[in-house]
């Protein structure tokens, strides 16, 4: 009888020994899953409607710089969504005549350098401005700076005018019948 109890002891042993192992993987299945599962909802905070919320705080206190980022980063996760397209394309204008704004108050303030950053931003920003290139033109013109090709003018076609006479007339294109169909 002895020898039973023995064996059975020992077999509660290995039945708790495996009880123990299988509640241990199922506890660490359950942290790798609830971390993965963390990790996957600050992956979804960052979600394109989060950065375009943060742009538009942004753009409310008038600091179109971070809007632009944000902006930018929400047309990047979902680069379908025309709204966000064009509250970008909005807010570069925005913040392009507001640094060329600043330039010119640095200018006239007698600061030529800041001005001319200022400029150089807000061609960065919106390098549509036409304005800001004009700016820079004449800043560096000042200071007797050489400006880049083409930064600030419409590239020439090549060519000369010989060359487009020498061309010839379209040619003229005449009916075959003049009788209706």
């Given at each position: 009888?002895?020898?039973?109890?023995?064996?059975?002891?020992?077999?509660?042993?290995?039945f708790?020994?495996?009880?123990?192992?299988?509640?241990?993987?199922?506890?660490?299945?359950?942290?790798?899953v609830a971390?993965?599962?963390?990790?996957?909802?600050?992956?979804?905070?960052?979600?394109?409607?989060t950065?375009?919320?943060?742009g538009q705080?942004?753009?409310s206190?008038?600091d179109?710089?971070?809007a632009?980022?944000n902006?930018?980063?929400?047309?990047?996760?979902?680069?379908?969504?025309?709204?966000?397209?064009?509250?970008?394309?909005r807010?570069?204008?925005t913040?392009?005549?507001v640094?060329?704004?600043?330039?010119?108050?640095?200018?006239n303030a007698g600061n030529?350098?800041?001005?001319?950053?200022e400029?150089?931003?807000?061609?960065e920003?919106?390098?549509?401005?036409?304005?800001?290139?004009?700016?820079?033109?004449?800043?560096?013109?000042?200071?007797?700076?050489?400006?880049?090709?083409?930064?600030?003018?419409?590239?020439?076609?090549?060519?000369?005018?010989?060359?487009?006479?020498?061309?010839?007339?379209?040619?003229?294109l005449?009916p075959?019948?003049?009788?209706p169909v």
């Open positions: 009888m002895n020898r039973r109890v023995d064996g059975q002891a020992a077999s509660r042993s290995i708790t020994r495996s009880i123990f192992r299988a509640a241990a993987f199922w506890i660490a299945l359950c942290a790798v971390l993965f599962g963390l990790s996957s909802v600050l992956l979804h905070a960052e979600s394109a409607k950065f375009f919320k943060r705080d942004a753009e206190r008038e179109y710089d971070a632009i980022d902006y930018q980063k929400a047309l990047a996760k979902d680069p379908k969504d025309l709204e966000f397209r064009s509250t970008l394309y807010v570069r204008v913040a392009s005549a640094h060329l704004t600043k330039g010119y108050k640095l200018m030529e350098q800041e001005a001319l950053a400029f150089l931003h807000a061609a920003i919106d390098p549509s401005n036409e304005a800001a290139q004009q700016a820079i033109a004449s800043v560096r013109k000042k200071h007797g700076e050489a400006l880049p090709a083409g930064e600030t003018s419409i590239a020439q076609p090549e060519g000369t005018q010989e060359d487009l006479d020498s061309m010839g007339a379209p040619a003229v005449k075959v019948s003049n009788e």
